[in-house]
């Protein structure tokens, strides 16, 4: 039996989530948690095939729950829902949340989806952690106010703040700031990644161009020069 994990506020939705999966209770058996910290727990205590999160939870939210699951189980599939977003949004998310789901949505079509891809022997391949596109993409459509802070394989380190989602600013530990420091931070590699939520700020904007421009140019999509 797999065990597919839910992480969830809201009780309603979690009950018609666990009901659709029910068809599949000869093969899966599906565990339940209020908030990002309880999955955590959860994930820690047992093995889990598959994890279904909502981003706007207590306590721990989702953003900080994929940056534990980036670090310490990189190869789990996620699958994100979110009440914000649009269709482009979606199509833009990177391919390691292998589903994103703009609420509301069809739990039928999505416990068909968690089975299918648990039925897909590639689903793991070429897997190592969330990637920094996908905070932040999460990041820019939730609106957060927050400092992600990269740690890359590579040795490359430093932070990222956002405000409103927006990319505000951007320093590497080496002193570089603004844009190159951004330039150098959203890089495809391996990389552990801390979240930390304050209050708006009102110091100084020192990233010059919008965040997309840099995932952009990092894939090889046309775009201004940096």
Not at 86 to 101: H, I
Not at 128 to 147: A, D, P, T, W
Request: proline fraction near 6%.
């Amino acid at each position: 039996m797999q065990r597919v994990l839910i992480a969830e506020d809201d009780a309603i939705l979690v009950k018609r989530l666990v009901r659709a999966l029910e068809k599949y209770s000869h093969r899966l058996v599906v565990l339940a948690a209020a908030d990002g910290q309880e999955a955590m727990d959860i994930l820690g205590a047992q093995p889990v095939a598959l994890l279904i999160t909502d981003i706007q939870m207590p306590r721990v939210d989702g953003l900080q729950l994929l940056a534990h699951i980036n670090e310490h189980f990189p190869l789990l599939p996620c699958f994100v829902m979110t009440a914000y977003g649009s269709l482009d949004m979606q199509a833009r998310m990177p391919k390691d949340l292998l589903r994103f789901y703009h609420k509301p949505f069809d739990p039928a079509e999505m416990a068909a989806e968690v089975v299918a891809v648990l039925d897909d022997p590639s689903f793991a391949e070429d897997r190592s952690g969330v990637s920094i596109y996908s905070f932040l993409q999460l990041i820019q459509l939730e609106q957060v106010n927050c400092r992600l802070d990269v740690d890359a394989a590579d040795g490359a380190s430093g932070s990222l703040l956002f405000l409103n989602g927006r990319l505000w600013d951007a320093e590497c530990a080496d002193g570089r700031c603004g844009d190159v420091a951004a330039r150098e931070l959203i890089r495809p590699r391996k990389a552990r990644y801390g979240i930390r939520f304050f209050p708006k700020d009102d110091g100084p904007c020192r990233v010059s161009l919008p965040l997309d421009t840099f995932v952009d140019r990092s894939l090889g999509r046309p775009g201004p020069d940096l």
